[in-house]
């Protein structure tokens, strides 16, 4: 960890939930990532628990995460690094500087900027949701089969839902069939 005085002329950073960030002017270094090559860069130096790459660096120096095979792939070379992934829970940092109309309204309204998922904070509810049914087993229907492409789609989503917590596997009989439809992006 790096400390000293603050200059006047360090940039003030805040983080998601809107709280100002210490940051203690630039520092110049040439990190060893394992690619074989020199990565010269200023850094800035933040008051927070995990350093972060931005994305600067990564466009600058041609290189690409796979967050999938867990590595720092450096597209000039082709040469891979291998890494481990972080999975804290990690506030996005954005920098605020000026006095215009759109930055007040970011400072008043922080949320917006925040991305779904993970960063939204679940409050705890005494809410149950259920759906009545008539006593004995349901109607059976032969399943349907999805088109490759929707089945895909469908389980990566499906996926995404249980690793957030926003939804958990069931083994009840009951079920609707599934309807997906692309969006005008055709996403």
Request: glycine share 6%; hydrophobic share 35%; with cysteine.
């Amino acid at each position: 960890m790096i400390r000293g005085r603050r200059s006047s002329s360090s940039p003030v950073l805040f983080a998601a939930n809107g709280s100002t960030i210490s940051t203690y002017g630039f520092i110049a270094l040439q990190p060893n990532l394992g690619l074989r090559r020199a990565f010269p860069w200023r850094f800035m130096v933040a008051d927070v628990t995990t350093p972060i790459i931005g994305s600067d660096f990564l466009a600058h120096f041609h290189l690409l995460p796979d967050m999938k095979q867990g590595q720092l792939v450096d597209a000039k070379t082709g040469l891979k690094a291998n890494g481990t992934a972080n999975r804290k829970e990690l506030s996005s940092i954005k920098s605020l500087i000026g006095n215009t109309p759109y930055h007040q309204l970011l400072a008043r309204f922080p949320k917006i900027t925040q991305a779904p998922g993970r960063h939204q904070q679940h409050q705890p509810h005494s809410t149950m949701h259920f759906i009545k049914t008539t006593s004995g087993p349901p109607e059976a229907c032969r399943p349907r089969r999805l088109a490759p492409d929707k089945l895909k789609a469908a389980k990566a989503e499906f996926n995404l839902l249980l690793e957030e917590g926003i939804i958990q596997p069931s083994k009840s009989p009951w079920a609707a069939p599934l309807h997906m439809a692309p969006k005008k992006e055709n996403t």
